[in-house]
């Protein structure tokens, strides 16, 4: 609450209007009802301790429903509690945009829908390639400065923060002008707005696109009233603004259309360029029509009259740039071999030709690389393979790869007439998507869809092939929806349409390959399943998180594809969005079946239906078996995203210096050969149930609240050394702290609560951190483990150990019960 210091002396109350105080009253009810939908974070001002600032957040797969769930749109909203002798009462210190879309990502966002429930003129502005700042009036003399949901510096981080770098840039900017931050202040209380800026700046986060060091800094592109409205000024007033305090100027164009909007866009996005600029795309900023939208067009959940934003993204070159990025971050942690990139990554021809070129220089010299991985040199990497690209060499290297080209983007024939029906054949787990990618083709061409999970009967899998024969009778292309993760579901559709069909029958499988480590897949497909809550027919994530088990179990007992299993081969992307996922099972689709290219507007109605897609639940049977008695774990773990056999190997057939020594691989051949390495999902062991006796009891229940999670913190760490004598082989891990992956807000809850969580680990825990790789006998216990790596950092001599060279990994804390 505002109550000491320089706060007593402000009239915060003037700056309290009714409505948005109730609209905050609304959200702490909303937040204590259901804590998973709406979020807040306590935070002290930074210019005054003594004022407590409230972050806001809200469900992001909830932003897609119409009637909205959340009683304001914004994103990014501060807010403080304001003392009355009426009760408490609130005000609102910063206020972001209300949350926008891209072009056909929701119903109300197409064109002719965007034609009839919005009024013009139309602003674009360029869109940054950033992350959001938000600068508000704490008092009328200081200052708040915010990233998108956070403010002030990390906890337990010795890292600026988004915040802090944004302030440091506000100060550099604000004396380029002569200007104060008191002076900045008043104007913001006055006005009542929120300054609203993108922090570009390649020295501290490297993003897709570089900026030159006169772009550098903070993009001045909106001001927002502080209210409960989303209200913004127009250009003209936030350019003079950036001007007289500093900041630098967003461009922007105005046109009068819709279609001249479409025609200006689609313009620039052939050309990838504005003004001789590579550019992510655009923000459009318009107005709600106060009339009643059209019969026949998409119901939206903003207010008539109020300002209304949308994007307008370009794929190219921005989603290659982020590819490369991607390949090379993978290459320099599982090694430098074109068979660990990827084949989902692997579509493009100059992605094919980066990839090579980027593993003969690892090879060449990894130093330039050193920092790629923590975000850094990697605008430069592109530049210089872009540069290679124009010389003599690279453009032979281009025209081998063009007469050796292939006909689709996975290496397999295009259209083929002698088949005359199709079976598309999803190859996945719960949580990749394949249900939203179905729905959304059978939106787009018509195809016929079957799901396994709609079959109530105990035995499901005869009827699931007798609906898909029955589809396939009336249809030329079946979606036969189900994981289809074992080799016997694969062969049972290709006998049944031997069998049932005279004509050719084509298998075509979607295939979404398991070549991450099993614990990323599961991280990211549990994600899935957890935001999708209730959406399912049977596997509904609950507070037991007894779908995770599933998952385990699907990954464990998946078998993979051969080619011969089927006729034609679509890769898919685990770690895809559904938007990029439709995209290349569309592209597979015209390549191969000769349907029709939709364009972006259907692609953004068939998004649409797939979001809005709700099947009919069957009884959460996972949770309901469960509900009887929740087992406690045996124990807690970070489950490292390694492949760590497939490692380890690898590293064993080095030979030279640097190598391991010859004692080690002769115990790791012995492991192997007697069948002693850990068959289990690596794992980093923090506490065990049967060390509570020993005081433990307090790192155990924050295991588990890390576990409990909504969006538990992903952790970061070094393999350090690889360690053995002759009971026992291990892996000591150091440097564990939080990964941003990413991510535009390192104060996110997530990564608060993952900070304070390593801060209050014993030392005698974190320093003897491991994995176990595998012990001589049956009778030689893991703990053995523990003890090995705790006699290294003694310095006993009968250890033996390799380094590792720089191999860093990422991974949750997990509740184990095997």
Not at 296 to 324: L, Q
Request: charged content about 30%.
């Amino acid at each position: 609450m505002a109550s000491t210091s320089s706060s007593t002396t402000v009239d915060f109350h003037s700056k309290v209007n009714k409505e948005d105080s109730q609209l905050i009253h609304t959200l702490y009810k909303v937040s204590k009802q259901n804590p998973k939908l709406i979020r807040s974070s306590d935070y002290e001002a930074p210019a005054d301790p003594s004022i407590h600032i409230k972050s806001w957040k809200m469900n992001e797969f909830k932003y897609y429903d119409v009637p909205s769930p959340f009683p304001t749109l914004a994103r990014g909203l501060f807010t403080q509690e304001v003392p009355s002798p009426n009760g408490v009462e609130y005000r609102i210190v910063c206020r972001g945009y209300d949350k926008f879309f891209n072009i056909g990502e929701v119903p109300w966002n197409t064109w002719d829908s965007l034609e009839h429930h919005t009024k013009p003129p139309y602003v674009l502005t360029l869109k940054s390639n950033g992350c959001i700042i938000f600068i508000g009036a704490l008092t009328p003399d200081k200052l708040l400065v915010t990233s998108k949901h956070s403010l002030g510096p990390i906890k337990g981080s010795d890292s600026e923060s988004h915040a802090q770098v944004g302030e440091r840039w506000l100060k550099t900017h604000l004396k380029s002008v002569g200007k104060t931050e008191e002076q900045l202040a008043a104007v913001l209380w006055e006005h009542n707005w929120t300054a609203v800026a993108e922090l570009c700046d390649d020295s501290f986060e490297e993003h897709v696109l570089p900026y030159s060091s006169d772009k550098t800094g903070l993009h001045l592109h909106g001001l927002n009233e502080c209210g409960k409205h989303f209200k913004t000024m127009l250009p003209p007033t936030v350019d003079a603004f950036a001007k007289d305090w500093g900041f630098i100027q967003t461009p922007s164009i105005v046109l009068n259309t819709i279609p001249e909007v479409r025609s200006f866009t689609d313009e620039i996005g052939k050309a990838g360029k504005w003004n001789g600029e590579a550019l992510e795309g655009f923000v459009v900023r318009t107005h709600v029509a106060a009339e009643a939208p059209k019969k026949g067009t998409a119901v939206t959940p903003y207010e008539p009259g109020g300002s209304f934003f949308f994007k307008v993204k370009f794929d190219e070159p921005y989603m290659m740039y982020r590819d490369w990025r991607e390949v090379t971050k993978v290459l320099l942690t599982k090694g430098p071999q074109l068979a660990n990139v990827p084949k989902a990554k692997m579509r493009r021809a100059e992605t094919k030709l980066y990839v090579k070129w980027v593993i003969d220089e690892i090879k060449r010299d990894r130093k330039p690389f050193e920092q790629y991985t923590k975000g850094k040199g990697i605008i430069a990497t592109r530049e210089r393979f872009l540069k290679w690209m124009g010389s003599e060499e690279g453009k032979k290297e281009i025209e081998t790869a063009d007469k050796n080209s292939v006909t689709h983007q996975d290496g397999s024939a295009k259209k083929d007439d002698k088949f005359a029906k199709t079976i598309i054949v999803p190859v996945a787990i719960p949580g990749v998507g394949k249900t939203a990618i179905a729905v959304a083709l059978s939106h787009l061409f018509g195809f016929g869809h079957t799901q396994s999970d709609d079959i109530k009967a105990k035995r499901p899998a005869p009827i699931f092939i007798e609906n898909v024969v029955k589809l396939l009778r009336t249809h030329d292309v079946v979606f036969a929806d189900k994981n289809n993760h074992l080799r016997q579901h694969r062969r049972q559709l290709r006998e049944a349409a031997q069998k049932n069909f005279k004509v050719p029958v084509r298998l075509m499988a979607f295939n979404w390959s398991f070549d991450l480590p099993p614990s990323t897949i599961h991280r990211i497909c549990s994600d899935r399943v957890q935001l999708r809550g209730e959406n399912h027919q049977s596997l509904q994530a609950d507070d037991s998180k007894q779908y995770e088990d599933v998952l385990w179990q699907f990954i464990k007992n998946s078998e993979a594809l051969t080619d011969d299993e089927v006729d034609v081969l679509v890769e898919m992307d685990v770690e895809e969005s559904l938007d990029d996922a439709l995209k290349r099972a569309v592209d597979a689709c015209v390549d191969i079946l000769g349907v029709e290219r939709p364009s972006a507007e259907q692609m953004g109605e068939a998004l649409a239906v797939a979001r809005g897609y709700s099947p009919k639940k069957k009884g959460n049977k996972i949770a309901e078996d469960k509900k009887k008695k929740k087992a406690e774990p045996r124990y807690y773990a970070l489950m490292p995203e390694l492949d760590l056999n497939s490692k380890l190997s690898n590293i064993m057939k080095i030979s030279g210096n640097g190598s391991v020594p010859k004692e080690g691989k002769t115990f790791w051949e012995s492991l192997v050969g007697k069948q002693r390495l850990f068959d289990r999902v690596p794992h980093i062991t923090i506490v065990h149930s049967k060390a509570l006796d020993g005081g433990n009891q307090a790192v155990w229940d924050r295991c588990r609240d890390m576990n409990d999670m909504s969006s538990p913190p992903l952790f970061r760490f070094k393999l350090d050394r690889l360690l053995w004598d002759d009971k026992v082989m291990a892996i000591a891990i150091s440097d564990l702290t939080v990964a941003s992956d990413g991510k535009d807000d390192p104060q996110a809850e997530d990564r608060v609560k993952g900070l304070e969580f390593l801060s209050s680990l014993p030392e005698d825990i974190k320093g003897k951190l491991h994995i176990t790789v595998g012990t001589a006998d049956q009778h030689i216990p893991p703990v053995e483990a523990r003890n090995l790596v705790g006699r290294w950092k003694e310095g006993a001599r009968n250890v033996g150990e390799f380094a590792f060279d720089d191999l860093w990994v990422k991974g949750r804390v997990k509740g184990l019960f095997k």
